[in-house]
């Protein structure tokens, strides 16, 4: 088992920033990747940024030069830094890790985390 646990949401302007942060715990040397995916009000969940164990990362089109993923291996935490936020980023953020376990695969989420912009 792998628990999620996010933090760093919040009301932000437009062109403001906030970062995210998902802290993991329990079976974390079965996680091989980690990201962040939103859920805007009536819209599917997608991701939004994705980084491997060995620090490969991948971006959306729309938040690309924008968001930035990094991770700290030493805390165990993968971190969402959003930049020049516009209201189309409002959504709820979700922290998600892959990990394999016993040969198989699951993928765990965090309890999410609401980003709000607006002026």
């Known amino acids: 088992q792998v628990q999620l646990v996010e933090s760093g949401g919040g009301l932000v302007q437009p062109g403001g920033s906030l970062r995210l942060s998902c802290a993991a715990s329990g079976n974390i040397f079965s996680i091989y990747g980690m990201g962040w995916y939103r859920q805007a009000f009536g819209k599917q969940r997608e991701l939004v940024a994705h980084i491997t164990s060995g620090g490969s990362t991948n971006y959306a089109d729309s938040v690309k030069g924008r968001f930035t993923i990094s991770r700290d291996n030493a805390k165990n935490t993968v971190y969402l830094q959003l930049n020049s936020l516009k209201p189309e980023d409002t959504a709820v953020y979700y922290c998600?890790?892959?990990?394999?376990?016993?040969?198989?695969?699951?993928?765990?989420w965090g309890q999410g985390t609401q980003v709000t912009v607006s002026s």
């Open positions: 998600n890790a892959k990990a394999t376990i016993d040969k198989h695969e699951y993928d765990y």
